[in-house]
Each structure stands twice: as C-alpha cells, then as structure tokens.
C-alpha cells in the first residue's frame, strides 16, 4: 500500500507546485477585467474579484508607479543587465488585454545579481504603465523573464513618438491579422529578441508585481533609463488588435509605499546624478 499513497502523494504535491507556478503569471483571460476606472472589473476592483487576487488591493509593492529621477540612488554595483538572448520559435497572442509575443521553450536568458531568469514574453501596454516625473509616455513594452524558482524579472523599455520601432516593424502585418483570428494566435517561427533595441546600460530598479491580475509581489522591475521611439501607426496597430474595452490597457500608478529605486549608472558617483 506505501508506493500508491506515496504515489498520490506526490501527485498532489506537483498539482500544488502547478497551480503556485500559474499564480505567479499574469491572467490571460481579459473577460474577468478591465482597466476601466470605476467600473466593477475596473483596476480599483481586482483585489475584490477573486481570492487569490487579493494583492491587487491591498498589496504593499505595487506596479507601476512614478520614477523620480531625483529620488533615485545610484548603486553602480547594481552591474549591468546581462543579456543572453537566443532566437527562438515564438507565437503571436492576442490576449484581448495586450498583444503578447511568447517564446514557449524560452529565447535566452537575463543575469541579475547572479540569478538567471528566462525569457519567456514580451507583450506592450498604451499608454505606458511607468511614469518618469509624472510624465506618461504612449506605449511600454515588457520583457517578462521567470526564473527556475519562479521569480520573476521584467525589464520595462518607454517609448515616445518618432521614428518607427524597428522590432514593432518586424511583426506589424501579423499584429493586424491576428485580430480577427480564431483562435487569436499565429506562429511565427524564430523571432530574434536581440532585434529589441534597449539601447542604454542605464536603468532604474526597484521591487514591484505584475500590472495585471494576480498583482503578484516579488517582481524584480528593471525600466530602462533610455527612452525610445515608436510611431503613431504602430501604437495604432496595437490599439486596433485589442477589444474595444483594452485600447487604453495601463494599470493606474500605485504608492511606493517608502520603496527606494536604485538607478544604475556605469561608473557612477552615487552623490551625482
């Protein structure tokens, strides 16, 4: 009788080390909310729709939130964001909230303070989510990274209008068709995401969560000092893919709540900024 119990044991124990592991993603059904202010799925009402949602509400660390320059501190040995991306096959997603690229074995990895996280998306947001001095820009874009103990690691990239993103450029036509897929994916085969421009060693970090449902806490947020350009048709594009309810799909700022953001500068003085 040992090896069934044991056996049912440890299927039970992988059950709840899955359904930890989905708590941890953001929700990929956008019929259970919106970002629409006020209403009884609206982004002041998350935390009241589901349990395990609850963060939403009355979390502590909180994402997005304002960056203020002059309240970063320079941490020079915060190090660089090492990058080891790969290509790989990736799909296109429409999830009603967003559009999301995913790499479903993972394109690489990132290198924070030791740890590696694994690419796993990409997906955008307009307007931007973060705020630098107050200033909204017109789209963010989110490198989602997970690590093999299921933390999480994004790096944020802003950008402003001008030229077209060339990255953006790459999947314009199927950003268009997939609005009226079903189901609202494609394929694309292997998308390089060294193609995503970051251009700047600079960037802010601070510890936030997940923009969307559950809220879940603990995400390392990496926003890249450097903002960068996008046009107005490609942020169109975006709007255009999305139900009508998630054209504008920002979370609202939350409190710091004392957190402190540190900046990293190569070969910084940490009393200049």
């Known amino acids: ?44 009402h998350w935390g009241e729709l589901h349990e395990e949602w609850s963060a939403c509400g009355n979390g502590r660390q909180q994402s997005p939130i304002d960056v203020v320059k ?16 790969r290509p790989a096959n990736a799909t296109l997603v429409n ?43 017109p789209l963010e874009m989110h490198l989602v990274h997970e690590s093999e103990d299921n933390k999480i690691a994004v790096v944020g990239i802003l950008y402003t209008y001008g030229r077209p993103d060339t990255f953006l450029a790459e999947l314009m036509d199927e950003i268009a068709s997939i609005s009226d897929m079903e189901p609202p994916e494609e394929a694309l085969g292997i998308v390089n995401p060294w193609h995503i421009k970051v251009g700047s060693r600079k960037y802010y970090r601070y510890n936030g969560s997940l923009t969307t449902p559950p809220c879940t806490e603990g995400v390392t947020w990496n926003i890249v000092h450097k903002v960068r350009t996008v046009s107005r048709e490609q942020v169109r594009a975006l709007h255009e893919a999305i139900h009508d309810e998630h054209e504008k799909n ?16 190569p070969n910084g003085n940490p009393q200049l900024h």
């Not at 790499?103 to 694994?118: D, K, L, V």
């Not at 920002?250 to 990293?264: H, L």
């Open 250 to 265: 920002a979370r609202p700022i939350q409190s710091t709540n004392g957190r402190i953001v540190k900046m990293y500068k």
């Open 95 to 137: 999830r009603g909230h967003d559009i999301m690229l995913k790499w479903p074995t993972g394109a690489g990895s990132i290198e924070i303070e030791g740890r590696r996280y694994q690419l796993n998306q990409c997906h955008w947001h307009s307007p931007a989510e973060h705020t630098v001095n107050g200033k909204r820009y």
């Open 70 to 85: 002059e309240q970063a501190k320079i941490y020079p040995d915060l190090g660089q964001l090492r990058r080891i991306y």
């Open 1 to 44: 009788m040992a090896r069934p119990v044991m056996r049912n044991v440890l299927l039970l124990l992988g059950l709840l080390l899955c359904i930890a592991g989905v708590r941890t993603q953001e929700v990929e059904d956008e019929r259970e909310f919106t970002y629409i202010v006020g209403e009884e799925t609206g982004p002041d």
